[in-house]
């Protein structure tokens, strides 16, 4: 998926005219948070016309599943809003790729850029050499650490620190004594470190007997499943294993599964909602998982983008937190009756009807 550019102007426009025009300017508000009837719909227009504006979303793990349903959001996002885009960066979490990746875009007059700051310095530099040269920065997943001098103008994403604080008091809940496995992907990155740092916070000032270790996975999937099996085979007696991130989850949920750890007491929770994860909560085999929406991590980043091009910079940058939800065996059904670019299980671009009382 690097590099991946849509490219398609015409079917761009079309589906644009398409979303724009009567019933589907509607459909396409409503994704927007609007409140429209049909006869208004009838009587608005498109935006005035407008450059083709491209934004260029730098990652750190382009090919991480977990990223799916963002790469959806941009590209509604950018067809509804008669942009281009382009989705590069590093596979491996490579900062120095990722810092490449932003300077190339600086270089090619890229409109806008996006980027997740997991690292609290490598990312100052090229972020306010794009400012310099009228290119907003928007951070989105990931957000330079509190007191900063970062010069992004608007981070969108999960409040990173208080989700996993939440976390910890949810393990704390769970667990009263002994070994507890908190695995994380990469450490030091800031899409998780402050998960990481806020579930040991709360366990701590829990004040129970909870012995905590940290295990690094690493940045794949195949390789994140390896070491929790690992890890788990050699720590046999363990009360509880946690994860902070998408693809560490889904190793503790199939480690679970394998040696059907809940019938021993076992506990086990992450983040995000692969789809293996979502159907391992469904059996049984996971306590919890925390859900940070990604698909709006990528559809608010492009309307923010667009909202600073079309104002001129006189309005757009704002922080939006994507949320914190908890998602349990009791809650999970509409996650698996569902199958929507939304949560990234579809490639179709759709409106999803609902019924009945909104829950919170």
């Known amino acids: 998926m690097m590099a991946q550019e849509k490219e398609d102007k015409d079917e761009v426009q079309t ?4 979303l724009l025009q009567g019933a589907g300017l509607t459909a396409a508000m409503a994704l927007l948070g609007g409140a429209i009837t049909p006869a208004q719909a009838a009587e608005a227009g498109s935006f005035p016309a407008h450059k083709r504006w491209k934004i260029v979303f730098v990652n750190h793990v382009t090919t991480n599943p977990f990223f799916v349903p ?122 998780i470190q402050p998960r990481l740092d806020g579930a040991v916070a709360a366990i701590k000032k829990s004040g129970k007997k909870i012995d905590v270790q940290t295990i690094a996975t690493g940045a794949t999937v195949n390789e994140e499943l390896s070491k929790i099996k690992s890890f788990f085979l050699g720590h046999q007696d363990l009360k509880g294993m946690f994860a902070v991130d998408a693809g560490s989850t889904q190793g503790v949920a199939e480690v679970m599964k394998e040696s059907n750890l809940p019938a021993k007491g076992v506990h086990g929770g992450g983040f995000d909602l692969l789809p293996r994860t979502v159907d391992l909560i469904h059996d049984g085999f996971l306590d919890f998982t925390i859900d940070q929406q990604p698909y709006v991590q990528g559809f608010y980043t492009v309307v923010e983008a667009f909202t600073f091009l079309a104002s001129g910079g006189l309005v757009g940058p704002a922080n939006i937190n994507t949320g914190l939800k908890f998602v349990t065996k009791g809650s999970v059904d509409p996650y698996l009756t569902t199958s929507t670019r939304y949560e990234g299980k579809s490639t179709k671009a759709q409106i999803v009807p609902r019924t009945g009382a909104i829950k919170g």
């Open 15 to 18: 589906m644009r005219r398409g």
């Open 70 to 191: 963002t790469q959806y959001g941009i590209q509604d996002a950018t067809a509804l809003l008669g942009m281009d885009y382009q989705w590069t960066g590093s596979a491996n979490a490579d900062i120095a790729e990722m810092v490449n990746a932003v300077n190339a875009a600086i270089a090619a007059k890229a409109d806008a850029i996006a980027v997740p700051i997991v690292d609290p310095k490598a990312f100052d530099k090229p972020i306010q050499a794009a400012l310099d040269a009228g290119i907003p920065v928007f951070a989105y997943n990931a957000d330079a650490p509190s007191g900063s001098s970062n010069p992004r103008l608007a981070y969108i994403g999960q409040d990173l620190y208080l989700s996993g604080y939440q976390m910890g008091e949810r393990i704390a809940s769970l667990i009263d004594s002994g070994l507890v496995a908190l695995f994380i992907a990469t450490p030091g990155q800031l899409n």
